[in-house]
């Protein structure tokens, strides 16, 4: 019954950030980021560094808590290079997050981050799982001032288990970690995974799969 | 009632193999693997290079169709650092993967890995969806001689959509790609996550928890 | 006698695609290369990754073979990001390389690439040599499913050892890993090399050295 | 008068921690830190990946002040490859710097480091100089909940401003990134620059350079 | 008396050049570079291949002495991607330096940069100095034909001790090694770092201060 | 008649040295490299870093013209992590060439290097080519002062065009360059490369295979 609610939920995650350890190096003091709405490249374009001032590495805000009114209850505030233009080219950002009571930040993984997260307010259960094929829980009850470690790549989570909110800062070995939200892709993607793949992944007739999919349409 | 059953095979995986386009630089013609019982290094300690014979830079078997009587109806044989000790620090592997008819390598990502793909025989319909808040599915069905890249750490899979077996060869940009299949990580890890999170992170019961766990034990 | 035409043919070859472990890493879940005519950077210009499609991860045809009625007997079909655009940022590529009976891959190095080779039919002889003072020559005999690897930048060739066609599928470890053909750079340069040059490096008189490069004009 | 001391003290500086953007990337999920006493390789040796705990990517107290007691008046406390050793390979690691009231975290540089710093409390002037020949002073005033950036190897500080303790974390993208304190290693190496040195480099007689250099004894 | 003139000096350093050990690999052949009046990129934008020229890879002058009639007795000549277009992937640069009669290249650090060092003429006073909390000073007296290398990142000086002029030449491993003297990015940035860090900094009135900044006005 | 002779010389070259963009980071200051019997490493292990000493970053002899008396009539004094153990992890070595009137360093190609070359006497006509399929060749005479670009991968050759003898230092972007010297591989390997594949790739006989082989002998 709760079932597909249960699979529309079990990765509604909000993403923490990321940072990889081996973003290209810079090639001068810093190359602060501009969009140019007709060409690309690896990374961003850069304005002239003669016009960077100092809110092109400036950003504020990032004590104010996000929202937790959500089904998993947890909020993340990225700090990278969408935010904070100078930081192209020198491969780290940051992350807040907050979790209401219970708040979970679901199993999600990521394609170009370590985490290093600082516990500032709260207790969370933590853990990510090692790849194929040991599959080892690694976990962790974090207090107040605890810092703890996911390895690029790797599934992971952190549960808020106190009655009270918790907060976090991480830091992120990239400009761009990006973020890997396992239910949006597999259930939400746009457009949708063909039933045909899904119900043999699934091993279900299509019904579930078509309810699956509605729970993110 | 299926619904249990679903989460269970939802995410029983065989991983393809993949490479990164960062492994570090070799900084000698090559550094052929070796096995320290006791102590490790990032990647693998050398041999001698004076050692170093041709059955360091070989493999044989590749021909060989895996077994794909298992759940999904596929199978991934990995040609890697740990099938060719002379892959080490030269950022490449490769793999072999077999697809019974209607078989399946379900939704997974990687750590350490672009995958280009190419079809030897068969049907197969592929796809990846991008990272978040996107999540694009980007599909395409392919016939022999077809090539088709995934980029890192982005989810993906291939499914066969023929009554023959199919069979591809990828080529993978790390010596050690690793897998992240999903359901190992979330249902079957060692220990599993606690009841606690999981119940939380599919909002049911830990009856249903215990039993999505109990088809990985 | 022979011996002008020998040096002719001595380098006369088809390169054979690699991939290096170092290209740097992508900043994005992918950068699909586009052509600037006026303005270029290391690697490629990108598109808007919001236009990305299939069609740029994908390339079709590596099941026909190579016409192998040339000199030595061989051909390279090439996928790197010059046929994929989507490989751009990805660090790999792979290539098709088919062999008429007794047909050669002759000696030659690259640039950029380490290249992992797989055996589809045939029997091939192949090998590499190290770098200065060893030379060492490390050979191997191939039949189908047979892997062999070629350390980046180290002189390799494939030699058809059979009396029937021999294919081979290989992963390269850049998105364009570069051939350097030692006879067509060393005799067949545009412009070419001064006589002086190369008569004081082949020890013969100039008539000789233009005949040489007469090959290649 | 005042002057020899103010050359003493001129870059007595307490370092913050950095992390540059180039670390090496892993080879596989993590490689925890051990040391051997007798043979060092680039970064760490590892432990037996199958010995990982949760303790080994775990640090408690970062909640805990800094001991701000001394001439600047500052105090970094230091999470990086040497109290995590899960960090090695994985590109980034953290730090908490203290401030008392007008404390100072004086100019200083860092050979493999990029931070990002969060502040938690107080009022911090700050500023980095871009390289030669501009020498260009970028500066902000931050208060609680701002976030700037230093980019790898400028010279760089932050002043508390404030008559209340300030407090910040910030992330770095080495795991090792290790500090250059200017005056400690111009006035306080073991053994000293010899007097003939700084004796030109300071343009004073040698009585001058030699009382530097006590106030480091 | 003399003291605020050996602080306006002491730091009033020509730089030596460097390189470091990871600038982004080469994606092609090269990519020469062409400056391009509104956009910037990580490195420089190249001209079209095709237009390249022995120009683009060419430098004269390196036997040309520099004007070392200054204050510290010594300049330096670079050639790195500002005076070589070519240079631009290529991860590597050269300085010649010259020295006059107990002239000094004064302590002083740099962000991307190795530099190994060959005397042509005159005897040079050398070392570089460890990173905290160590701060060894590493020194050597060169003649001609000696080499001597300086990691990166870290504080080092060259000194003649002879009464000849000497001259070097020394590898960098960047295309754009940066330099980071240290007076002129605390006593002459541009705008001044405020009095109140400065006085703070060297534990002087605003006086002295305003005097120091004077010297670099 | 001559024919074989020059079969023998064409290639028989002395290396230059050379220095590739992109050898991993450093995670220290520096990790001097130490020999260890029994096991190897990508690059080397490191000694002690409280052991080092200014010997270990030091290299005496670079003012020694080398034997020239050879038939290209050239010699190279290499000046890498092999000479100088302190270049370890840092991604930076020398090279001093000697050519005596008229004489050559010949075609050749290396697998980590871009080469940056100074002329300190004599006129050298120096010149690279380009990768497949352009082949173009770059070429420039160089006088005293003179600096010129080798890109990494890239066949390139240096001839005294002038009576007297020449002398360079060139920077290089590896502590391990390599150099692979054409002829060498090709017909001194060690075994030789089998007469079948050479005659193929000569198109002659086996007799003209073994007469060329014999002169490596």
């Given at each position: ?42 990374g961003k ?73 600082t516990v ?13 094929p040991d ?83």
């Open positions: 019954m709760g079932a597909p609610f249960l699979i529309v939920t079990i990765f509604l995650t909000l993403a923490s950030s990321f940072a990889f350890a081996s973003d290209p190096s810079p090639l001068q003091d810093f190359c602060v980021a501009v969009n140019n709405p007709k060409l690309f490249v690896n374009f850069c304005q002239d560094p003669k016009l960077a001032t100092a809110d092109d590495f400036f950003f504020k805000g990032l004590n104010i808590a996000g929202n937790t009114s959500n089904k998993v209850g947890s909020n993340v505030t990225t700090v990278n290079v969408a935010q904070i233009a100078g930081l192209n080219t020198l491969g780290i950002s940051l992350v807040r997050i907050d979790y209401a009571p219970y708040g979970l930040n679901p199993p999600h993984t990521h394609p170009r981050a370590t985490e290093i997260l500032l307010e709260g207790t969370l259960y933590v853990g990510f799982v090692t790849s194929n599959n080892r829980l690694i976990t962790k009850v974090l207090n107040k001032g605890d810092v703890f470690v996911f390895p690029v790549g790797l599934i992971h989570f952190q549960f808020n288990t106190g009655d009270t909110n918790a907060v976090v800062i991480a830091g992120l070995s990239s400009q761009n970690p990006g973020v890997i939200t396992i239910a949006n892709a597999v259930f939400g993607s746009k457009p949708p995974i063909s039933d045909d793949v899904l119900a043999k992944a699934l091993q279900v007739d299509k019904k579930v799969v078509d309810y699956l999919k509605a729970q993110f349409g």
